[in-house]
């Protein structure tokens, strides 16, 4: 089995020289075990939480450990009741090509209902965090003027396009001209921006959304947390889903300026984290399914091929070099 683990925590930004890519030798699966080969892999921006000591709310990954994540892979041997070779599964044993294990953690998943990739992607945690958050965290209602940071991204550009099927107007901030054209395009919203040609998000909000911001979601924090702050209409609401701006921060960056305003404006601001809310699973699976058979939601997905490769699709979430979900093709 290959797998990668850490060599050291990263300082500040990760490098390619913090992974290092091991070699073990695994055993036949035992009794009520199972053999699985990985097909697909994730990467997500909370992984950097991991790879730092200290208590946060996932345990740190261990030097010389292997790294998790996760992962869609085929069932190749079995000694388990209720899983058996042919089988596709979804796991936590990412950053690998194979493992074992006794079923803890581990559902299975219809290849003929959807790509397996998409179990990563839309059908899968990054969907959810999207319905979660808008719907259950953000109370989104018809009309809303909602604002989304990392718009094209894998969450964000699910938010984008549930606010749209609700009748809300919307406008994005993202990274490049390509990522702009599509929210526009293919997602559908009514306004965007880039980010890294403006002076001043702040102003670049105001003229995109001269009617305020009723609901921001927030995927980004610092600079853009400011902005929203500063354009929110009173009793606005504001869903903290993710501050990835300040994932790589060797200290850590002054707060927005302007906090003030959740009193003067009465927002409402609140964090959340998708797995306290597995109870909304079912509901999210029959509504996204619909949407996605219906053609009212677009995804994409940045494939990186090759096990090999897994470290680089990673840092490329903090440089933005991809669209929609990243996801790492094992096998290609
Ligand atoms: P994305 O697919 O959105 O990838 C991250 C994107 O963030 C990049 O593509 C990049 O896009 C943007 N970005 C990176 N650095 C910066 C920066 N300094 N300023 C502004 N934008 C930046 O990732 P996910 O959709 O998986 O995650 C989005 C957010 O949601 C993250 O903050 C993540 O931690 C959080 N999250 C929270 C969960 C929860 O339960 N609360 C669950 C899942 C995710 P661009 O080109 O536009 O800059």
């Known amino acids: 089995s290959r797998r990668f683990q850490l060599t050291a925590y990263p300082a500040g930004e990760p490098t390619l020289d913090n992974f290092e890519l091991v070699e073990t030798e695994l055993s036949d699966p035992g009794e009520n075990e199972f053999l699985v080969q990985n097909e697909w892999l994730s990467v997500d921006p909370y992984m950097r939480g991991r790879m730092r000591e200290g208590d946060s709310y996932v345990a740190p990954f261990q030097i010389g450990e292997p790294l998790e994540g996760a992962c869609v892979g085929k069932v190749i041997a079995s000694k ?11 796991g936590n044993q990412g950053w690998r090509d194979t493992w074992i294990s006794d079923g803890t953690g581990v559902t299975k998943v219809d290849p ?27 109370g989104l209602q018809p009309g809303d003027r909602v604002f989304v940071s990392a718009a094209s991204g894998a969450v964000g550009s699910i938010v984008c396009q549930i606010a749209k099927i609700k009748g809300c ?52 924090g610092g600079d853009h947390l400011q902005a929203a702050l500063d354009n929110m209409n009173d009793h606005g609401r504001i869903v903290c889903c993710g501050m990835i701006s300040t994932y790589n921060d060797k200290t850590p960056q002054p707060g927005p300026a302007n906090l003030f305003k959740i009193i003067t404006k009465r927002l409402r601001m609140q964090g959340f984290l998708v797995f306290d809310h597995i109870d909304m699973q079912a ?49 290609p």
């Open 169 to 220: 107007y919307v406008v994005g901030s993202a990274g490049s001209q390509a990522k702009i054209d599509w929210l526009k395009d293919k997602a559908g919203i009514d306004a965007a921006f880039n980010y890294r040609e403006v002076d001043d998000v702040s102003a670049a909000l105001q003229q995109h959304a001269p009617e305020g911001i009723d609901l921001y979601f927030d995927n980004v």
């Open 283 to 331: 509901e999210f699976q029959q509504q996204m399914g619909e949407w996605v058979k219906a053609g009212n939601v677009h995804w994409e997905e940045t494939v990186t091929t090759g096990l090999e490769n897994t470290p680089a699709a990673f840092l490329d979430l903090f440089q933005g070099n991809k669209m929609g979900k990243a996801v790492v093709q094992v096998n």
């Open 80 to 90: 388990h009741g209720e899983f058996s070779a042919g089988d596709y599964v979804l």
């Open 112 to 138: 003929e209902a959807a790509p397996l990739s998409a179990y990563l992607s839309i059908m899968g945690m990054t969907g959810m965090t999207a319905y979660v958050g808008t719907l259950k965290i953000g």
